[in-house]
């Protein structure tokens, strides 16, 4: 599992709320990644960092802020949660290998807002 | 930035039969294709991948072949068995460090 936890696993929230995720990892890799799994859209990147407080936008980054302050934690943070939000969102972190590279997944946290 | 379509969404095959699982993809930067497979409830893993050096890689019942005039690249699941049904995703990276995903294909392999 490379070494990937994620917290909460479930989640339910009501509109308007502010949420935070936490990705945790304890192999030092320095990319971490943040995607969001709805049906019909497969994965999509919300945000993604490239070191302690180096953090960049996916292609679905409206609504979401993250912070990396520590090489192993990466979290997300939704400051005011919307029904559009609910989805499954995994924490990803890249390994990098000889000659390329492999991206890992959390195992996931299903939000729900309501 | 990179666009990656995969077809078909949904593929229903028979036990012991082949599965085909295609994408495109549309920047011609793109030197790494991974597939990953999802089962029920559970995080994506990878299964195999491909760079843009190789145009075929086999591991087992499972194979991945690239196209990079055309922009396309399969996954080929041969003797398909039940532990095979699952979502698939391929992937494409422009980059060292970004993934784009395609839609995902629920295969299931009927008994």
């Known amino acids: 599992d490379a070494g990937i936890t994620q917290s909460p696993r479930h989640k339910v929230t009501e509109t308007g709320t502010p949420v935070t995720l936490r990705c945790h990892q304890t192999e030092n890799h320095r990319y971490m990644y943040w995607y969001r799994q709805d049906p019909g859209h497969g994965l999509r990147l919300i945000h993604y960092?490239?070191?302690?407080?180096?953090?960049d936008k996916g292609e679905v980054s409206d609504g979401y802020s993250v912070s990396r302050s520590k090489t192993e934690d990466f979290l997300l943070t939704l400051e005011s949660a919307t029904s559009s939000q609910t989805s499954v969102y995994f924490c990803?972190?890249?390994?990098?290998?000889?000659?390329?590279?492999?991206?890992?997944f959390g195992p996931g946290t299903r939000l729900t807002v309501t | 930035g990179e666009n990656v379509e995969q077809h078909p969404s949904t593929l229903s095959v028979q036990e012991g039969d082949s599965a085909v699982i295609k994408c495109t993809y549309s920047d011609s930067a793109s030197n790494y294709f991974p597939w990953y497979k999802q089962e029920l409830g559970k995080r994506p893993q990878l299964i195999i991948d491909i760079r843009s050096n190789v145009g075929e890689k086999k591991d087992q019942r499972i194979a991945v072949t690239l196209n990079k005039t055309a922009k396309h690249f399969s996954l080929h699941i041969t003797e398909t068995q039940p532990e095979d049904s699952a979502v698939y995703f391929c992937?494409?990276?422009?980059?060292?460090?970004?993934?784009?995903f395609g839609a995902g294909t629920t295969v299931t392999v009927r008994a």
């Open positions: 960092s490239y070191g302690v407080k180096d953090t």
């Open positions: 992937a494409a990276s422009p980059h060292d460090y970004k993934l784009s």
């Open positions: 990803a972190i890249k390994a990098s290998l000889a000659g390329g590279y492999e991206q890992y």
